[in-house]
């Protein structure tokens, strides 16, 4: 994933010499220099740079996720990658062939993107390939020594990937869990910001929206590393198992964290509410600050310590508490219990803590790995998968018809305008500018042109006033190891430096006058031109394609986590694996759904719709699953003789309100609707205690939540 942002604090440029960021960045840049350097030494250069091509274009599909996805895709692309050169070479005299060579592999490695991105990335290195291996001017041999080289570069890039990996087979696991705590932090530092507003304001719910639905995208990347990985789930190694047992207390760490009470209305009934107000959201921000810490240990690889305890404050807000609660002489249950999810939280990031300075604890703690596997559902490279998408509303046939003829197009403006001896940079412009949706496209074109530009500057001045080949060759080396180190994290600033380096590698080849940085500068207008155009009228996939789908999915994730609360409320056992699965599927949809309505705001208005109501929908839906995950913790907390018949009554009215809901965007759907729902007012039982009458406060913010979600879900339809 391409993470963009506009600041960087001291703390994340630190952090980013220890990601996986700067981590691939050194590995690329070694794999390419490596091969070209040693035959420079030979005399053999252009069959060193053919290697080193293929290194970068087999490192694209080398991204994060488990050990045996990356091996399978590493060596797929090497074969692809040889066969794409010889290819390419071998046509490359013959002008019509290669329009027709273009066509059709750039449908068809386009199209594997139905596989996932890896697979999108493997075809994105074929047709890089493709592009860069059309020379009119190869011999017989050199077309097989360019093949040749290529398989070799791949298999060499293939080897010092996995070589890496066996030596530090947790590291990349390590890098991946600090970010999603760090994330997480961050999601906490939000929540505690609720509490010093009057009323959390609706752009900080936005952004707690928006942040959840960021940590729910880690953690499915780390949840993927962990267990897909035989050394953590198979071979169960000690720092397999301690990495395993955190992260499965960091997801439920997660799930409290998102039952923290932030409807605080009901709270500041209290006189004293404002002081309590204050001292939660202090110690809020205390624990984010300890989850920040524990996120910078595990980038940098430091066994994790705690940098405080915060028994003593908590301890203090409940002495605050219990004299409030003797001041009103009675009840104050709702404080009692944000402290005490608080308290849980503490608790349980100690626990963390714990199993890295007590191995002990690890080894004695048990998990069911048959059940773990669960969370990861082994996903076969079906053919089917590909013919079932052989449709025009496949957003991936879409995607594949558009680099198709998107590549025509560039390959026809080179051939009848020749700007000089590099037009191969509009095609390589047009296919790493388009992706499958128009907002992440529309981002690159934006970065391309701007780094391209501003990039192409600063390589003027190097050469203008630098003329020592030993400087220009360490800042070679700079600006190579800061392009691939941003290449997933700022496509910008990957641009910025890989302009400069294009341009001293072609100084060191033989091109020392300044046309090139103009021809580089106009194919890349030109390509990001065809990009813009392509992404626009080409097969265009709006985001309002995948409205229903999304809309779908969450309708049924909402409805059967509300099946876990309705659960408790009847008196069934408590199965935790159903109810971690359904929580699993609840995040993922919010995260898709939050994602959809970012992609959507970068869109042209007149292809915005329904924007406003699914803005609507998704701060609607993230406040009822927290409702309903503070539900499900306090219900099973509380006393089951509490729970009276209208409570009952109100969680199957909200189910058959999600029912509703799910039935508009699937109405072939086999689920059943609850029954014993509400078909009049609500009333209590004389004198209810306390518990109680807060758990009906709180089911009655649900019920109208899932009203109002019914209500949008009904208008979005309509319209």
């Known amino acids: 994933m391409i993470v963009q942002t506009n600041r960087f604090t001291s703390r994340e440029i630190r952090s980013f010499f220890f990601s996986q960021y700067f981590s691939d960045g050194l590995l690329v840049t070694f794999g390419m220099l490596l091969p070209a350097v040693i035959l420079a030494q030979f005399g053999q250069l252009a069959l060193g740079m053919s290697m080193s091509l293929a290194a970068f274009c087999v490192s694209l599909a080398d991204t994060p996720g488990p050990i045996v996805h990356k091996r399978n895709g590493m060596i797929l692309s090497t074969l692809l990658l040889f066969l794409t050169a010889s290819l390419a070479a071998w046509i490359s005299t013959n002008p019509i062939l290669v329009v027709l060579v273009l066509a059709l ?65 947790y590291r990349s696991i390590q890098q991946a869990m600090g970010t999603y705590v760090y994330e997480f932090s961050n999601y906490l530092r939000l929540k505690a910001t609720c509490y010093v507003q009057h009323e959390p304001s609706e752009s900080l719910r936005e952004g707690l929206t928006n942040q959840l639905a960021v940590v729910n995208r880690y953690q499915d990347t780390v949840r993927e590393l962990l267990l897909k990985n035989q050394f953590v789930i198979k071979k169960s190694t000690p720092r397999g198992r301690v990495l395993l047992l955190a992260f499965i207390e960091l997801v439920d760490l997660l799930d409290r964290s998102i039952a923290i009470d932030d409807d605080h209305l009901r709270i500041q009934l209290h006189d004293a509410g404002a002081d309590i107000l204050t001292s939660f959201q202090r110690s809020i921000v205390h624990l984010a600050d300890e989850l920040t810490h524990l996120s910078d240990c595990f980038i940098q690889g430091q066994l994790p310590t705690p940098i405080g305890d915060l028994k003593d404050e908590l301890v203090a807000l409940g002495i605050i508490i219990e004299r409030l609660e003797k001041e009103r002489n009675g009840s104050i249950w709702g404080l009692k219990k944000i402290l005490t999810n608080l308290r849980s939280i503490h608790k349980q990031i100690e626990k963390i803590y714990g199993y890295f300075s007590h191995s002990d604890r690890a080894s004695t703690t048990t ?90 500057l600063f390589g003027v001045l190097i050469l203008l006033f630098i003329h020592n080949s030993t400087a220009l060759f360490l800042i070679l080396l700079f600006c190579m190891l800061g392009s691939y180190s941003f290449l997933r994290f700022h496509y910008g600033i990957s641009i910025f430096f890989l302009t400069p380096y294009i341009l001293i590698l072609f100084y060191f080849l033989g091109e020392k006058n300044f046309a090139i940085i103009g021809e580089r500068v106009v194919d890349t207008i030109i390509g990001s031109g065809i990009a813009l155009l392509a992404n626009y009228f080409i097969f265009p996939n709006w985001g309002h394609f995948r409205l229903k789908k999304v809309l779908r999915e969450v309708a049924e994730a909402n409805y059967t986590y509300l099946q876990q609360l309705m659960g408790i409320v009847q008196g069934e056992k408590w199965e935790v694996l159903n109810y971690k699965l359904a929580r699993k599927q609840l995040h993922i949809s919010a995260a898709n759904l939050r994602g959809l309505v970012d992609h959507m705001l970068v869109e042209p208005k007149k292809n915005q719709k329904h924007l406003q109501e699914l803005q609507r929908f998704a701060m609607l839906n993230y406040k009822l699953s927290s409702h309903l995950a503070m539900l499900i913790y306090h219900t099973r907390e509380m006393n089951q003789t509490l729970v009276q018949v209208q409570h009952k009554q109100l969680v199957s009215s909200i189910g058959y309100e999600l029912y509703k809901v799910l039935h508009i965007f699937y109405p072939k759907t086999k689920v059943l609707a609850p029954s014993n729902y509400l078909t009049a007012g609500i009333s209590f039982d004389d004198d209810p205690n306390e518990q109680a009458k807060i758990l009906m406060e709180h089911l009655l913010v649900a019920y109208q939540v899932s009203k109002d979600l019914y209500e949008l879900s009904v208008k979005l339809v309509d319209k």
């Open 105 to 169: 592999l750039g449908f068809g490695y386009s199209i594997l993107a139905v596989y996932g991105d890896r697979a999108m990335m493997i075809g994105t290195g074929s047709l890089l390939m493709l592009v860069l291996s059309i020379d009119p001017y190869k011999t017989d041999s050199e077309v097989w020594k360019h093949g040749l080289s290529v398989l070799i570069g791949g298999l060499w890039y293939t080897g010092l990937s996995l070589g890496l990996y066996l030596i530090k087979p």
């Open 367 to 456: 998990y069911d790995a048959v059940d773990l596997e669960k969370f990861v559902p082994y996903h076969p490279v079906d053919f089917q998968v590909l013919l079932n998408n052989l449709h025009l509303q496949s957003p991936a046939l879409r995607f594949a018809l558009r680099i198709s003829i998107a590549f025509l197009i560039g390959y026809l403006v080179s051939r009848l305008f020749p700007l000089g001896h590099h037009s191969y940079w509009i095609l390589v412009t047009t296919l790493l500018i388009l992706k499958p949706t128009f907002s992440l496209s529309r981002t690159r074109n934006y970065y391309r042109l701007i780094g391209t530009v501003m990039g192409g």
